[in-house]
């Protein structure tokens, strides 16, 4: 089936057909849940209930130009079966109730109406330390718990992984890539000038990490854990859309992480307290740099984000990812 919310009849008979709802279940409503970018993703309500209906399709939902690998939906479901039963994880999961790898679509519960972090990218208030403890609680449970199990799957997720190294290690740090930096943010093409592209050796060291992140490890990631996959609900904070997940280096989930809650407005160094109190030990030399390519990649990339940040905010975060990189700019 290609799930189309203007379709009602034909949803409505793909969930009969697979015994996820009744006969006196009618569906009456499908509407887009949330502004994910990688899958289109419905709320399908019946007379009875509400359901989280995604699909994985053969290109990025929110750029269609951009191929994605279709198989990224069996991956997540992998995930939840994998992860559902660990003991401060699965609990901060929404339930997966079906997956049908020939359509590619999975049958989520829906944990209610609920917001997703990216408004702490407005500054206009802290993300509260309780949630971010819990956060990343559920961070080393999985890292650790993932290096205890054994698994089915083996997480490899390689042709997400690809597509996930091209957008941060490689595409923004080509000078020659064609995204008109200009038309994200005037000013923002002049910085890229002066700073990234001034270094012909910063290539060299994204890539070098992206090696690091490209290699096999032992400890399953979540993947993509930033304030788009955190989501508060009135049952608590879940943690959704694990599609890039694999087994890697713990250090690229804090890395990720640590960029996005200096964009949320938390300096560097309290973030690493945090990581300190909440996760433990960490490699936090690796944490860093996978961290500095982060702001980069979201600053001169294509996933951007909807912060609230001038040119010169943007410098300064800029100057403190190539620092970390060991790559000093002149004032």
């Known amino acids: 089936m290609h799930l189309d919310k203007d379709q009602l009849p034909e949803i409505e008979n793909w969930l009969l057909d697979h015994q996820i709802i009744a006969g006196n279940e009618p569906v009456i409503s499908a509407e887009k849940a949330g502004e994910g970018n990688m899958n289109y993703t419905l709320r399908v309500k019946t007379t009875e209930r509400s359901l989280i209906l995604k699909q994985a399709r053969p290109y990025v939902e929110k750029y269609p130009t951009i191929p994605a690998p279709i198989e990224r939906a069996d991956m997540e479901a992998a995930f939840f079966a994998a992860t559902s039963s660990w003991e401060r994880v699965g609990g901060m999961l929404p339930k997966s109730l079906y997956f049908s790898p020939e359509d590619h679509l999975q049958v989520i519960e829906d944990l209610g109406e609920g917001t997703d ?17 819990h956060l990343l609680v559920f961070l080393r449970t999985l890292h650790q718990q993932s290096r205890e199990t054994p698994s089915a799957t083996n997480f490899q997720n390689r042709a997400m992984r690809e597509l996930n190294h091209f957008h941060i290690f490689d ?4 000078q020659e890539n064609g995204l008109n930096l200009e038309a994200i943010q005037p000013g923002l093409q002049s910085l890229a000038e002066r700073t990234i592209f001034s270094h012909p050796t910063l290539r060299t060291k994204t890539l070098a990490l992206g090696q690091i992140y490209l ?7 979540h993947g993509d854990f930033f304030p788009g996959s955190w989501l508060r609900t009135r049952r608590g904070v879940f943690v959704i859309d694990p599609e890039f997940c694999f087994r890697g280096t713990p250090a690229f989930d804090l890395g990720v992480c640590l960029a996005h809650l200096c964009f949320c407005g938390m300096t560097w160094s309290a973030a690493l307290d945090c990581f300190n109190t909440h996760y433990g030990e960490f490699d936090a030399a690796a944490c860093q740099d996978f961290a500095a390519v982060e702001i980069l990649r979201r600053f001169f990339g294509v996933a951007q984000l909807p912060l609230d940040m001038g040119i010169p905010e943007k410098e300064t975060l800029t100057r403190l990812a190539m620092e970390q990189l060991g790559l000093e700019l002149e004032l």
């Open 117 to 133: 972090f990216t408004a702490y990218y407005a500054q206009k208030e802290a993300l509260p330390e309780s949630d971010l403890a």
């Open 171 to 174: 595409f923004p740090f080509q």
């Open 215 to 221: 290699a096999d490890g032992d400890t399953l990631l």
